[in-house]
């Protein structure tokens, strides 16, 4: 059975702090991705990354920064927090694109920024 | 550049109607479509792939459809379950940006008993 792993499904963190929300895949492979989900705004990527060490920007990268230093794992990193990077944090993972290819999803992380 | 839509943004069913969840996108040049189910306060659960040269794919009582002319895609839910309240959501990937998806704002399913 396929998974996406993150490491919390809730965190609570104070404004100022540096977070870091961690997502392991056990499916070899070589995309993985950052998204953010809030009401009314649906899923927004931040970062994505296409092979150890590769990261690209997607939509909303400000405020956040990223590490691959392994394959199977992908960090989303909030250099400095703030309330409103109170959302839904949203890991997935893909092999390279083919018709067959097909993306997975970790459980998710509720952040919330006091 | 792809927009993805999905209409109804809401639906509300009583248990055992069959229903259908509708998908659009602008730019029919895909590489397939993947619709999802999230749970509230859940992650996405995959529940079916359709290749671009596809024109249906079944799970269960689900069935998927598409039709790359158009630029649609159709969910079925043969006999729907309370089980089955959810948010669906349908995305096709854009590969000029390794693979990112895009999402279409999805439809909140709610079945009653």
């Known amino acids: 059975d396929v998974k996406v792993t993150q490491s919390s499904r809730y965190l609570v963190k104070r404004t100022g702090e540096k977070v870091f929300l961690e997502c392991v895949q056990d499916m070899d492979h070589e995309n993985m991705f950052w998204y953010r989900q809030d009401p009314g705004l649906g899923l927004r990527l931040i970062y994505f990354s296409y092979d150890v060490k590769m990261k690209e920007k997607g939509d909303i990268p400000e405020g956040y920064s990223v590490s691959r230093e392994k394959k199977e794992r992908f960090s989303l990193i909030l250099e400095s927090a703030s309330t409103n990077q109170t959302s839904m944090y949203l890991c997935?993972?893909?092999?390279?694109?083919?018709?067959?290819?097909?993306?997975?999803f970790g459980q998710g992380t509720r952040l919330t920024v006091v | 550049k792809q927009e993805v839509t999905q209409i109804p943004a809401a639906l509300s069913v009583p248990e055992g109607e069959n229903l259908v969840l509708n998908c659009s996108f602008t730019?029919?040049?895909?590489?397939?479509l993947q619709w999802f189910r999230q749970d509230p306060g859940k992650g996405l659960t995959s529940l079916l792939l359709i290749q671009s040269s596809q024109r249906e794919q079944t799970s269960g009582r689900l069935n998927a459809s598409l039709d790359k002319s158009s630029g649609r895609s159709t969910l079925y839910i043969a006999a729907s379950q309370p089980g089955d309240s959810a948010t669906y959501l349908c995305a096709v990937p854009f590969y000029n940006q390794g693979g990112k998806l895009i999402f279409g704002q999805g439809t909140e399913l709610s079945v009653k008993p």
């Open positions: 730019d029919s040049a895909i590489y397939n």
């Open positions: 997935a993972s893909s092999s390279i694109g083919t018709v067959n290819t097909e993306a997975f």
